[in-house]
């Protein structure tokens, strides 16, 4: 074989070597891995826990509307890999979402998932804001569906005068919820004032009220 085939194998070779790391087993290498969440071992996920039962794969805790007496007059109860076990690497979880009339899920993000609410009651205005500060928004009912792209800012209103709640789809097991208000402004260590006070153009006492306002109940 002359050198310059040799170089040819070699070089085919290295390039199928080199995409194996790329798309090698994309896909689950066993049939579940139900999360073990109190294990020490730290991964991308839960490790497996070795004794798993039809318990693991199940939640009924979306069955009811949760109370909505609360700041914002909404409540979120997440249906995760922290509630199922059994979701820990498949990629999917949900959430129920109650409102009160005049409840606010406010403007937040999920890092690590797109999200899609089927409205199971009541009538919501909804939106989305783009990189490029464009707003996308509809007044949803019952019946409809509504959906937000991974890692926008989003939030959901119900200014009607009953009760609303959705059922919210995830593409991630733990898709992370940062809310934005709280992120700026309930942080630990807190943001210095003078952050937000150039980044929102207000006074010192217009961030401290909000800092207190939003400060986690002790």
Request: charged share 15%.
């Amino acid at each position: 074989m002359a050198t310059s085939d040799y170089g040819l194998v070699i070089g085919l070779m290295m390039a199928i070597f080199l995409a194996s790391f790329v798309s090698a087993d994309p896909d689950l290498l066993q049939d579940v891995c139900v999360a073990d969440l109190s294990s020490g071992v730290k991964l991308n996920g839960f490790a497996c826990k070795s004794n798993i039962s039809s318990d693991d794969f199940f939640f009924a805790g979306l069955t009811k509307p949760a109370l909505t007496n609360n700041t914002f007059g909404a409540t979120v109860t997440p249906a995760s890999v922290q509630q199922i076990n059994g979701l820990n690497t498949l990629g999917v979880s949900m959430a129920r979402i109650d409102y009160a009339p005049g409840g606010i899920n406010p403007p937040h993000t999920h890092p690590r998932a797109t999200e899609i609410v089927f409205v199971l009651e009541g009538e919501l205005d909804v939106g989305f804001i783009t990189t490029d500060n464009k707003l996308f928004s509809k007044t949803i009912k019952v019946g409809e569906i509504f959906t937000f792209p991974r890692g926008l800012i989003h939030f959901q209103i119900n200014n009607g005068k009953v009760p609303a709640a959705v059922i919210a789809g995830f593409n991630s097991q733990l898709p992370g919820t940062q809310r934005v208000a709280n992120a700026l402004f309930a942080s630990s260590p807190t943001v210095e004032d003078v952050v937000l006070t150039k980044t929102f153009q207000v006074g010192t006492k217009e961030v401290e009220k909000i800092k207190s306002r939003l400060a986690p109940k002790k």
